[in-house]
């Protein structure tokens, strides 16, 4: 298996715009993470997703975030408009279940300019 | 509230032992992982330990748990160069699988 594949590896845009990051999570895997790594605030779960259906989205920033899971084999998570605080290294993980490893994916480095 | 700390840095000589350590709020976690970030790259599991086990062994790995007092320890034996990165403590919580990471312990190994 490929592992956890996000795309874009790196993504520059200005401030204003819309920023789509994608996420193929492990064939076989029900769970989806997101997260959010930035120096001063470490890792955060922005939302998680079992069986594509979001679990939990009390970490998403604010309303100018949304994720979405249409089908087992992909997830966006989508920022508009996005802002120079936004960038970070976005991370997307699955995992097969519950109590089970969470696999990670390279990340999206963003940078909001 | 679900809430996993860490210390922020470790420097060791290579040769010595390793021990970072992490704290957890929530009792009920029952699984509690520790995850490893090289410069650039995501994060890889390196062990993980069942809430009710107090010490797991992997090779140069050693896994502390101490349940009563919510702590939990990785000790890495003969610290190489190749042990720098970030090891991140992360807990599972009851219901669906909510992992909570802690800030990270930024390890530094020098020759």
New interface residues.
């Given amino acids: 298996d490929a592992g956890v594949i996000q795309s874009p590896r790196h993504e520059v845009t200005e401030m204003g715009q819309e920023v789509t990051l994608r996420c193929k999570p492990i064939s076989g895997h029900n769970s989806l993470f997101w997260y959010r790594q930035t120096m001063m605030r470490g890792l955060e779960l922005l939302i998680y997703f079992n069986n594509n259906v979001p679990i939990d989205d009390s970490g998403m920033p604010e309303d100018r975030f949304s994720a979405k899971m249409p089908n087992a084999s992909f997830s966006t998570l989508k920022i508009q408009p996005s802002e120079p605080r936004d960038s970070a290294v976005y991370f997307c993980a699955s995992s097969r279940g519950m109590n089970t490893e969470a696999f990670f994916g390279q990340g999206t480095r963003l940078t909001v300019v | 509230g679900e809430d996993v700390e860490q210390s922020l840095f470790l420097s060791v000589r290579e040769g010595d032992s390793s021990v970072i350590n992490c704290t957890y709020t929530d009792s009920s976690s029952?699984?509690l992982?520790w995850?490893k970030q090289e410069p650039g790259?995501?994060?890889?599991?390196l062990t993980?330990i069942f809430s009710n086990m107090d010490m797991k062994q992997d090779q140069r790995l050693t896994v502390l748990l101490n349940k009563k007092d919510k702590h939990l320890s990785l000790r890495i034996a003969d610290t190489q160069t190749g042990d720098s990165a970030i090891y991140?403590c992360a807990a599972?919580f009851t219901g669906?699988?909510?992992?909570?990471?802690?800030?990270?312990t930024r390890l530094l190994v020098s020759p």
């Avoid at chain 2, 790259?41 to 599991?45: D, F, I, K, M, T």
């Fill in positions: 029952t699984y992982y995850y790259a995501g994060l890889q599991l993980y991140f599972a669906f699988q909510k992992l909570v990471f802690g800030t990270g």
